[in-house]
């Protein structure tokens, strides 16, 4: 590998500690000093210090730290409508694209690699193809090699629930604080239209005694790792007509068995990827029938809205994937882990986070204050840090947020394909890219050209780049100053 | 009569082998095989074929 890959640009254009904290900028300076707790003020103290650094688990984590995957572990007990095991696991990576299986042996020198280029890593999470407690052997072996060589990783697994309760106390022993639980339905006639078999007890089930026994074990799973303080993610696949309207149901029952967040995300069902859903024409839901859906379910168990259904061997932070830069033939034969560039960027971040915390809470009181009934939906270009950092043609995802009477909240994110590629944009890109930020009011960037932003306006959505290394929340705050006449941030501070 | 595995189908997912009483599977090469002298297709240890009922891909563990 060449030049450094990575400098702690993600967080700013600047590097070094000093210059990094003076360009923190607006608001959020002035009250860095306040004492602010450093973690946002609704979540308990000891769940904070689980989650702080897990950006699946945590909104806020996720501006800062990165997770990535080792595919270690193919073999499964459960069929999914949604998978397609020629491939790859639906679970949480994009169905149709193959990853890189591993061995216990090579994940590690992987984890390694990662580790010394990689200063946001902080996760390491065995997320299929397969179900990491079906394939225990292989997942323990791996758990057990990185942690003795990176203590501080956090362990993390995500699972169909079928295997779970044979290795909820294991996943304590070995610190795993953090499991993933995909649960499409708490009802068995639900079931037999998303799972044809599963493999259980040494024989395969079908039909509805299969999903009667895989929503029980799901359930004693989830109630098992809650008694033992492990916390818990549930994913949900929206299946429109099928399990879409029940999801409200499952949110409850996970709920009352003290899930600690619950994710929905959209089918993916491209016939090309050759699943039974794909080749049956079931639809996926659209963005805006996600956000309807997620809208009913606020209130129940937490909402995590930052999903981004990564593949199997991604590397990075949530909205990037960085995994083709480390596959196993660039990674030399010997590692030896390198601790200094993640424990240099943890201190950066431990002050950086409590000053955007401290703009992030001031934000969104002033917009809660501001007495206007409307509200906006912002999209936002960032390459992490929680700041208007990209550029308009680089982003190749936009992160959207509401500011309304509430507040303003983290609503989900826009996939779009790179507008602008050595230098020149693409007109056809553009196209795609406006049509990705269908209902969007405002775009934020640190730089957008004439004219993609009068592209954009054509098509009524208004770009700014005026807000250019801010915090997200700050530049929406003064956003919505602007756009209903109230009081500016600058102007109480 | 003992099993064998279609390779041109099989995803090397590994189910097979850690399912199998008999320690028959085995990973050579490009695929997982199944040694004919080793299989007992499960007999007086299960109902079904092991292989066979884990296998994701229909028709890749098929009676040699
Ligand atoms: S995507 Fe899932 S498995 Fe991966 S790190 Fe996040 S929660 Fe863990
Ligand atoms: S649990 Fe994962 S690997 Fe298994 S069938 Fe479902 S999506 Fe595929
Ligand atoms: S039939 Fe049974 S014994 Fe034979 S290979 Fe398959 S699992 Fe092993
Ligand atoms: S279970 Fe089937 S797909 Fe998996 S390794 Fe065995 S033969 Fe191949």
Redesign the interface.
Known sequence: MSAPIISLEGLTSTTSFDQLLATAKSGGCASSTCGLSGKPDDIDPAVWEKIKDHPCFSEEAHHYFARMHVAVAPACNVQCNYCNRKYDCANESRPGVVSEKLTPDQALRKVIAVANEVPQLSVLGIAGPGDACYDWKRTKATFERVAREIPDIKLCISTNGLALPDHAAELADMNVDHVTITINMVDPEVGVKIYPWIFYDHRRYIGIEAARILHERQMLGLEMLTARGILTKINSVMIPGVNDEHLLEVNRWVKERGAFVHNVMPLISEPAHGTHFGLTGQRGPNAMEMKALQDRLEGGANLMRHCRQCRADAVGLLGEDRGQEFTLDSIPGEVTYDPSRREAYQEVVAHERRDHLAARSEAIGMVKAAGSGKSLLVAVATRGGGRVNEHFGHAKEFQVYEASPRGISFVGHRKAEQYCRGGRGENATLDGVIAALEGIDIVLCAKIGDCPKDQLAEAGIRAADAYGHDYIETAISAIYAAEFGVQPLAATA | MTFKIIASQC?????CE??CPSVAIKFKGESYVIDPDKCTECKEA???Q?CA??C??PKTCVPA
């Open positions: 995803t090397q997912c590994g189910a850690f399912e299960f109902d079904t092991q009922s884990v994701p891909v």
